[in-house]
C-alpha cells in the first residue's frame, strides 16, 4: 500500500508538574469546603473543586477517547430524552433502593434489553447509579440529578432543549453558515432555526406560535427559572433600596410572562419602596399570570415597538436581551431610554447570564452556542459593557457575578 502512514493520536503523557498542581488545588479545595460556613462559600468551593478535577478527568484520558465522547455525546442527550418520555425516572423510588431492569422494563411497559440498554448509558455518565440487588441482579437508582429529572419543569425543559432545539442545530448547523457565511446571525427572523424549520422572516417564537404543542413545551420549560438558582439571583441585588417614581410605582417587570420571577422579588423582599408592575403582550396577559391580583398591575407592552410607558421606575429584564442579536437589543434600550431621562434614581436592571472574559466555565460557554441558533447571545462583561454604551446607558455594577446562573446588571442613562 502506497503513501504516508497515517499517525493515530499522540501519546497520552501529560506532564507531572500539572498533574501535581491540579491535585494541590483539589485538596486544598476539599479543605476549603471542609471549612466553609455559609452556601456561598460551600457553593463558591465546590465550583473551584469541580474546575480542577474537570482539568485532571480531561488531561487524563487519552485522546481517542475524548474523541469518542466528543463526537458521541449527544447521544446522551438521546437517552435523557427516552427516559423522560418512557417514565423512567419517575419508575425508580425516590428512596435510595435499587430496581432491578426486568422490574423497571415491567413499570415503563418496555423492553428489558431496551431498558437496559438506555439505563446503561445513563449510569456510565452518573445520572443514575448503577449497583447490584440484594439478589445479585443488575439495578438501577436514583442520583440527586435523576430525581431533579421526574419534577414538570426538569422533563418540559429537557423536552424543549430536545425537540426545539437539539434538533434546530442538527438541521442548521452545516448548511445554514455555508449559505449565509461563518458569522454571528444578526437577523433574528432569519436564524438557523428559522433556516431549520425551512421559512423566512420568522423568528423562534413565530415558528412556535403556528406549532402549538411545541410552544405548550416552551412556556413550560420557562417554569426552570423557578427553580434553577431564581432565589440565589434575586438576592443579588438588594431590590428594597429602589426608590419609586412620582406615581408610586417602583419597579416594572418587563416582558415577565406570568410573573413567576416577580412573586419570588416579593417573596424575598416584602417591604419594597412602592408598587409593582408586570408587563408583556397583551396575548400573554390575557392567558393568565400567578402574581396575586390587585397587588402587581399588569401592562400590556412590546417593547420593541413601543416607548416604555412607565416614566421614572426601575426597569427589571429577566431573559430577554440574551434571546436576541444586538441591534434588536438596542431597539429595546432605544425605547426605554425616555422613560429613564431626567430621574437620577431611575435604574435598568437585566437580569441574564454574564460571562467572565476569560476562562468560562462549560456550561456557560455552551449556553451562548445554544442562543446562536435563535441569533441570541450570551455576553460576557465586555460585550454587556459594549452593547449598553452604545444604546447610552452605563453599568455601574454586575452584581452576583460568580453566580451560577444569571447575575444582575445594574445600569443608569448616561446623560
Known amino acids: 500500500m502506497s503513501g504516508a502512514a497515517s499517525s493515530g493520536p499522540p501519546p497520552l503523557e501529560p506532564p507531572f508538574p500539572v498533574l501535581s498542581s491540579l491535585s494541590t488545588a483539589i485538596q486544598a479545595s476539599i479543605s476549603q469546603y471542609e471549612k466553609a460556613n455559609t452556601p456561598s462559600e460551600k457553593a463558591q468551593t465546590l465550583q473551584e473543586l469541580q474546575t480542577a478535577s474537570t482539568k485532571l478527568s480531561r488531561l487524563t484520558a487519552p485522546i481517542h477517547q475524548q474523541f469518542i465522547e466528543l463526537n458521541f455525546r449527544p447521544n446522551v442527550n438521546v437517552a435523557v430524552r427516552i427516559a423522560v418520555e418512557m417514565g423512567l425516572f419517575g419508575a425508580l423510588p425516590l428512596s435510595d433502593e435499587p430496581l432491578v431492569v426486568a422490574e423497571l422494563a415491567k413499570k415503563t411497559n418496555a423492553e428489558e434489553e431496551f431498558v437496559l440498554r438506555i439505563s446503561r448509558v445513563l449510569g456510565a455518565f452518573d445520572i443514575l447509579q448503577e449497583s447490584d440487588s440484594s439478589s445479585g441482579l443488575l439495578a438501577y437508582s436514583h442520583t440527586p440529578l435523576s430525581r431533579f429529572l421526574t419534577t414538570p419543569p426538569a422533563q418540559a425543559s429537557t423536552r424543549h432543549l430536545f425537540d426545539n432545539m437539539l434538533q434546530g442545530h442538527v438541521l442548521s448547523a452545516g448548511k445554514y453558515y455555508l449559505k449565509h457565511g461563518f458569522k454571528n446571525p444578526e437577523d433574528a427572523k432569519n436564524s438557523p432555526f428559522t433556516f ?46 429602589l426608590e419609586a417614581n412620582a406615581e408610586g410605582l417602583v419597579l416594572v417587570d418587563v416582558g415577565g410572562g406570568k410573573g413567576h420571577v416577580i412573586n419570588e422579588i416579593r417573596s424575598v423582599y416584602p417591604h419594597m419602596k412602592g408598587r409593582i408592575v408586570l408587563e408583556d403582550m397583551k396575548v400573554v396577559l390575557e392567558g393568565g399570570t400567578v402574581v396575586p391580583e390587585g397587588e402587581v398591575a399588569l401592562q400590556p407592552y412590546d417593547f420593541f415597538k413601543e416607548q416604555q410607558p412607565i416614566k421614572g421606575a426601575n426597569y427589571f429584564f429577566k431573559s430577554i436581551f440574551h434571546d436576541w442579536p444586538d441591534s434588536y437589543c438596542l431597539q429595546i434600550l432605544s425605547n426605554l431610554a425616555p422613560a429613564m431621562r431626567g430621574y437620577s434614581h431611575s435604574r435598568l436592571l437585566i437580569c441574564d447570564l454574564v460571562l467572565p472574559d476569560r476562562n468560562p466555565d462549560v456550561g456557560k460557554a455552551l449556553r451562548d452556542i445554544h442562543m446562536l441558533l435563535i441569533a441570541g447571545k450570551e455576553r460576557n462583561v465586555g460585550q454587556w459593557h459594549r452593547l449598553l454604551g452604545q444604546g447610552g446607558f452605563r453599568i455601574l455594577k454586575i452584581h452576583g457575578i460568580n453566580n451560577a446562573n444569571s447575575s444582575i446588571i445594574e445600569a443608569v442613562l448616561d446623560e
Not at 198 to 226: G, K, Q
Request: charged share 15%; aromatic share 8%; hydrophobic share 45%.
Open 196 to 241: 431549520a424549520h425551512s421559512t423566512h422572516d420568522a423568528s423562534v417564537f413565530d415558528i412556535l406560535e403556528t406549532m402549538p404543542e411545541r410552544m405548550a413545551i416552551f412556556n413550560s420549560a420557562m417554569t426552570i427559572t423557578a427553580v434553577l438558582g431564581l432565589n440565589e439571583v434575586v438576592t443579588s441585588y438588594p431590590f428594597d433600596h
